[in-house]
């Protein structure tokens, strides 16, 4: 049966470098005025009306709504009239709150980009109760942030039990390589994740808990804070180092085996890490991540650097090169273990075909909200993550539109 709402996506924040990416690949992949009904959002209408000239043929015919991100009747107004609602609108805890409320009223489905550990423990925390009440299905980190991450764990998860019977007992993500940065708008909200923290030192706690994002009262596994220090990765017999998103990827992974009822086992264990290569040079490099890290941790808790450093990221509406973003690529290797037979152990890649911060984010984001608006899916609601929300329906949807790749590969 045919939504009765006006809209089965409106995509909120077309107007940023980030939306209009998503509403280009909108375009190019489903087209204006067909089957998917869908219109772009934002604040300033002649903005909305530039972006849709940019767009070229077809642009003009995506509906243009004006909505203001602080106006809680605006967010209302927005979240009644679609199926799901798309935000690229960060940082979130700055201008995110008010939508995330009218969407759980309303039963509107939710997706978006952040990586804001506090502020997704505070949405979870005001409106889960309603969100069961009404439907719907509210899902953070759909972009490079987390969804190579959730989605690849759910994935060897799968195979592990397909090929088996039994599952994981331990997942470990190896970034193998990546040409093309991360988004600007990713290290803005981890810039405000650091302010919150130094006016709120209790969120400093939160950012360190490992389960930081399972629900109240789940058990909670062995796994610890992720580690700076270089290590050796015997099984690829080569050296790692500190993975920048580590502490909000592995925690969404970790919720998605507390939300699936612990399907990927009571004491499973989860890590990130960077591969960089064997012998003296490998380690060389894993230590340079190291320290990078490490001290540019230390000098961004400094408020005076930190307002620097937030000068020197991309304005909005600015970004990497339609030729950039098209070179870009990243790899990631996803390791399985079984639980007693380590021949049976399995190893995935994933791979995306543009860069993650941009292109390739801006594809997954797409397709999550298509998912969540035409997809047959599990009946689940609250604040989900994207394998449990989306699981196998997503992966296809990546594989077919997407240029994202997920293959069991041999050891």
Same mark, same amino acid.
């Given at each position: 049966?045919?939504?009765? /709402?006006?809209?089965?996506? #409106?995509?909120?924040?077309?107007? %940023?470098?980030? %939306?209009?990416?998503?509403?280009?690949?909108?375009?190019?992949?489903?087209?204006?005025?067909?089957?998917?009904?869908?219109?772009?959002?934002?604040?300033?209408?002649?903005?909305?009306?530039?972006?849709?000239?940019?767009?070229? $043929?077809?642009?003009?015919? #995506?509906?243009?709504?004006?909505?203001?991100?602080?106006?809680?009747?605006?967010?209302?107004?927005?979240?009644?009239?679609?199926?799901?609602?798309?935000?690229?609108?960060?940082?979130?805890?700055?201008?995110?709150?008010?939508?995330?409320?009218?969407?759980?009223?309303?039963?509107?489905?939710?997706?978006?980009?952040?990586?804001?550990?506090?502020?997704?423990?505070?949405?979870?925390?005001?409106?889960?109760?309603?969100?069961?009440?009404?439907?719907?299905?509210?899902?953070?980190?759909?972009?490079?942030?987390?969804?190579?991450?959730?989605?690849?764990?759910?994935?060897?998860?799968?195979?592990?039990?397909?090929?088996? %019977?039994?599952?994981?007992?331990?997942?470990?993500?190896?970034?193998?390589?990546?040409?093309?940065?991360?988004?600007?708008?990713?290290?803005?909200?981890?810039?405000?994740?650091?302010?919150?923290? $130094?006016?709120?030192?209790?969120?400093?706690?939160?950012? $360190?808990?490992?389960?930081?994002?399972?629900?109240?009262?789940?058990?909670?596994? /062995?796994?610890?804070?992720?580690?700076?220090?270089? /290590?050796?990765?015997k099984t690829l017999s080569q050296w790692t180092g500190p993975f920048v998103m580590a502490g909000v990827?592995?925690?969404?992974?970790?919720?998605?085996?507390?939300?699936?009822?612990?399907?990927?086992?009571?004491?499973?264990?989860?890590? $990130?890490?960077?591969?960089?290569?064997?012998?003296?040079?490998?380690?060389?490099r894993a230590s340079g991540l190291s320290v990078g890290s490490g001290l540019s941790m230390g000098l961004?808790?400094?408020p005076s650097l930190r307002k620097f450093a937030s000068t020197k990221l991309p304005e909005p509406g600015?970004?990497?090169?339609?030729?950039?973003?098209?070179?870009?690529?990243?790899?990631?290797?996803?390791?399985?273990?079984?639980?007693?037979?380590?021949?049976?152990?399995?190893?995935? /890649?994933?791979?995306?075909?543009?860069?993650?911060?941009? %292109?390739?984010?801006?594809?997954? #984001?797409?397709?999550?909200?298509?998912?969540?608006?035409?997809?047959?899916?599990?009946?689940?609601?609250?604040?989900?993550?994207?394998?449990?929300?989306?699981?196998?329906?997503?992966?296809?949807?990546?594989?077919?539109?997407?240029?994202?790749?997920?293959?069991?590969?041999?050891?």
């Open positions: 049966m045919k939504n009765a /709402r006006e809209f089965d996506i #409106i995509l909120f924040g077309a107007t %940023g470098f980030t %939306g209009r990416l998503v509403a280009r690949y909108l375009l190019e992949q489903y087209g204006s005025g067909g089957s998917l009904r869908w219109a772009i959002a934002g604040r300033n209408l002649e903005k909305l009306q530039e972006v849709s000239g940019d767009l070229g $043929e077809g642009g003009d015919a #995506i509906p243009r709504l004006q909505a203001d991100s602080t106006s809680a009747s605006d967010m209302e107004e927005l979240a009644a009239r679609t199926t799901v609602v798309c935000s690229t609108v960060g940082p979130y805890a700055k201008y995110g709150s008010a939508l995330i409320r009218a969407c759980a009223e309303h039963g509107t489905h939710y997706c978006d980009l952040t990586a804001e550990i506090p502020w997704m423990v505070r949405m979870m925390n005001e409106h889960q109760e309603r969100a069961l009440q009404t439907g719907a299905r509210l899902v953070h980190a759909c972009g490079f942030d987390s969804i190579p991450s959730d989605l690849g764990a759910f994935f060897v998860h799968s195979e592990m039990n397909l090929r088996h %019977g039994v599952p994981c007992q331990r997942i470990q993500l190896r970034v193998e390589d990546f040409s093309g940065g991360f988004s600007g708008g990713t290290v803005a909200s981890m810039l405000h994740m650091m302010e919150e923290a $130094e006016s709120n030192p209790s969120l400093q706690t939160l950012l $360190e808990n490992p389960y930081a994002l399972d629900p109240e009262g789940s058990p909670q596994g /062995r796994d610890q804070p992720e580690s700076l220090a270089p /290590r050796f990765d990827n592995t925690k969404v992974v970790r919720r998605t085996n507390a939300l699936l009822e612990h399907a990927y086992g009571d004491d499973f264990r989860y890590d $990130e890490a960077v591969l960089t290569g064997a012998g003296p040079l490998g380690l060389l961004l808790s400094v600015e970004g990497p090169s339609k030729e950039k973003r098209e070179a870009g690529f990243w790899k990631v290797r996803l390791l399985g273990t079984h639980p007693v037979d380590p021949a049976r152990n399995l190893q995935a /890649r994933l791979t995306g075909d543009m860069d993650p911060g941009y %292109g390739s984010t801006s594809k997954m #984001i797409g397709e999550t909200a298509v998912c969540l608006a035409l997809d047959e899916l599990p009946e689940r609601a609250g604040f989900l993550t994207t394998a449990v929300a989306m699981g196998d329906a997503l992966i296809n949807r990546l594989q077919e539109n997407a240029g994202v790749s997920f293959e069991i590969c041999e050891p």
